[in-house]
């Protein structure tokens, strides 16, 4: 699983990687648009462990889309880390045809410099995040390295079935980002009585069930308690049954952004 920064302040972020580090993350999600690259980086080196057994993920911001800016950008997101190499960046959000009329070349010329850093060592391995199959179909038309991953909003509700059946038969890996919807599920008859049943903590049976559909879930918190236990969920076993019954839970709340209907 990856523990994710999203929106965690900068003065909060240094204590909480490595509090997560601490209790067996190795899996650190972050972003140049975060604001916390540079405390990502420093919790990172502060923790103590190798280098090379975090896996730490960071994302091209969409002001930065291009060849050469996007080249610029990760020059960027190195110094601020502290870092001589990536283990996974990610194109953050494609640029869309209702919003760009040279969305195909805009996509293609990042991901082009992102196989560039790839071939140079700089990338451990290069994907995409938010990407839809009419997006992914169109980056392979030039493509010489398939995405290795897709990062996309995933969660009770919103499970995006076109897109991860795309994926998944494309052999790309999938990643959830806000799989608890902030909270909002949690409170959620279904989830509470799976919870009940298990003896977790609801937040154990989401994480559980993103990684029983075949996801990797980005799980975020600044509380020490809640990190060591969500990272947990990975003992939780749920049934069959109690898998189909949050699949099929509707209207759950969360951002269900949809690429081609917003512009950042």
Known sequence: MGFGTFRMAPEDTVAAVKCAIEAGWRHIDTAAVYGNEKEVGGAVRESGFPRKQIFVTSKLWNADRGYDSALRAFD???????????????IHWPASPFF??????QNADSWKALERLYK????????????????I?????????????????????????????????????????????????LSDSV????????GCTEAQVVLSWVLACGLIPLCKSVTPSRIAENLKATEIKLTPEEVSA?????DCGGRCYNPDCCDF
């Open 76 to 90: 960027l997101t190195l110094e601020r880390m502290g870092f001589d190499y990536l283990d996974l960046y990610l």
């Open 100 to 105: 760009h009329d040279d969305w195909k070349k």
């Open 120 to 135: 140079e060592g700089r990338i451990k391995a290069i994907g995409l995040s938010n990407f839809m199959p009419r997006h």
């Open 137 to 185: 179909n169109e980056l392979l038309k030039t493509a010489e390295i398939k995405p290795m991953v897709n990062q996309i909003e995933f969660h009770p509700g919103w499970m995006q079935k076109e897109c991860t059946d795309f994926c998944k038969e494309q052999g790309i890996v999938l990643e959830a980002w806000a799989p608890l919807i902030k909270g909002e599920i």
């Open 191 to 198: 989830i509470s009585n799976i919870a009940s049943a298990h």
């Open 246 to 250: 949050i699949s099929s839970m509707a």
